[in-house]
């Protein structure tokens, strides 16, 4: 009867066994691509991300080719100008695209950049209308100073809701500068964005969210494979994103890839990727503005963000003098600056402006609260 009895307990243990190594086996080869990819210890995932324009038919307002390094926790976000030709003897990236399709433009952007690009996701304005009021806005800031002439929109923190998105990510800039500042205030919204990620994750992972969210794109990842991306970025977190645009010129009434410069830009920016991050190779560039009444509060502050290693290249007044409290502002789209920024000096949360073409990195509005703010130096970790 003994024998029995551990004869049949072992008949269990077996079957167990195999249910649950069948199991394992199912979930390893089920795995969304990209999933496995992202845990295979391949040094980059790629795909592409293109914004199209409502207004007109097989049309884009911007190209980036998005790099994911799992193992530097960093996303790269190559811009490119949809007008831009990568030679002269080649169609427009946006003339690719109407005539050959999102999948050929990858492999020709791949190729330029020596990347492989798996994947395609296109989406358009509705997409970020839908994700703002899905997560029920996300936490901005203006101040007179990044408006453009003509804009009307709230100044001081605020929450971005859909009916405002709009307006946001085109602002009226009708010269030749008007595809960077709209370039910028994409950046600005993901950046934004992700400043309130331990809140908005959970949200679009939850699957009637993603599922309603999903169906603002058309991409070749599936459902799934998008849960996978957004799951392994927030247990992962933080990723840091890093942006670069290639560089135009303009020649014959062409827009075409300068490859002097970009070959420069390339191998800096790829430099930046590879190493890890430490703020005193290269401390960002702040300007200080005082939002008090209390004069010479800009004077002062320089003179204690300086002994801290950081580069004040400008003090002045900002727009006003009531803010209650104090301000950082990233214009040069370098959230790892304002992550360590925000820290060490006991600000509360950072906001994004993006504006590449200023001479700072940082700008830090002096609030009521100044006197809370630490300036003692500590690792810039």
């Keep these: 009867m003994k024998r029995k009895v551990v004869s049949f307990l072992l008949l269990v243990v077996a079957i167990a066994a195999g249910i649950y190594g069948g199991i394992l086996f199912y979930r390893s080869h089920s795995r969304p691509a990209i999933e496995k990819a992202l845990d295979s210890g391949k040094p980059s995932v790629g795909l592409i991300l293109l914004q199209e324009d409502l207004s007109q038919s097989k049309s884009l307002k911007a190209i980036s080719v998005v790099q994911i390094l799992p193992n530097q926790k960093k996303v790269a976000f190559y811009s490119f100008f949809p007008q831009m030709k990568l030679s002269e003897d080649t169609d427009s990236l946006i003339t690719i695209f109407a005539e050959d399709g999102s999948e050929t433009l990858a492999e020709v952007l791949g190729k330029a950049l020596n990347l492989t ?103 070749t990842l599936s459902k799934r494979e998008v849960y996978a991306i957004l799951s392994y970025l927030k247990s992962h977190s933080p990723f840091y994103p890093f942006f670069l645009e290639l560089p135009v010129k303009v020649y014959e009434s062409k827009f075409l890839l300068d490859r002097e410069t970009a070959s420069l830009y390339l191998g800096k920016f790829r430099r930046l990727l590879e190493k890890k991050f430490r703020m005193e190779d290269r401390f960002p560039k702040v300007e200080v503005k005082n939002g008090t009444y209390h004069a010479g509060l800009a004077r ?52 994004h402006l993006i504006d590449r073409s200023l001479f700072t990195d940082m700008i830090i509005i002096a609030g009521e609260d100044y006197k809370n703010l630490k300036f003692e130096r500590g690792h810039y970790e």
């Design 300 to 351: 002062k502050l320089r003179e204690k963000l300086s002994r801290l290693g950081l580069k004040v290249l400008e003090f002045s007044n900002a727009d006003r003098h009531n803010y209650k409290q104090s301000v950082l502002i990233d214009v040069s789209a370098m959230p790892i600056y304002s992550d360590v920024l925000q820290k060490q000096l006991g600000l509360s949360r950072a906001y």
């Design 117 to 219: 690009i798996d994947w395609t996701i296109r989406l358009d304005d509705t997409f970020f209308v839908h994700l703002v009021d899905l997560v029920e806005g996300i936490p901005w800031f203006f101040s007179k100073d990044f408006l453009m002439q003509k804009e009307t929109l709230p100044t001081g923190e605020f929450i971005l809701d859909g009916s405002l998105v709009r307006k946001v990510l085109h602002p009226p800039v009708s010269n030749s500068t008007a595809p960077a500042f709209e370039l910028f205030r994409y950046y600005s919204f993901l950046l934004n964005a992700r400043e309130d990620a331990n809140r908005i994750f959970p949200i679009l992972l939850t699957k009637p969210i993603l599922g309603s969210l999903y169906k603002k794109v058309q991409s």
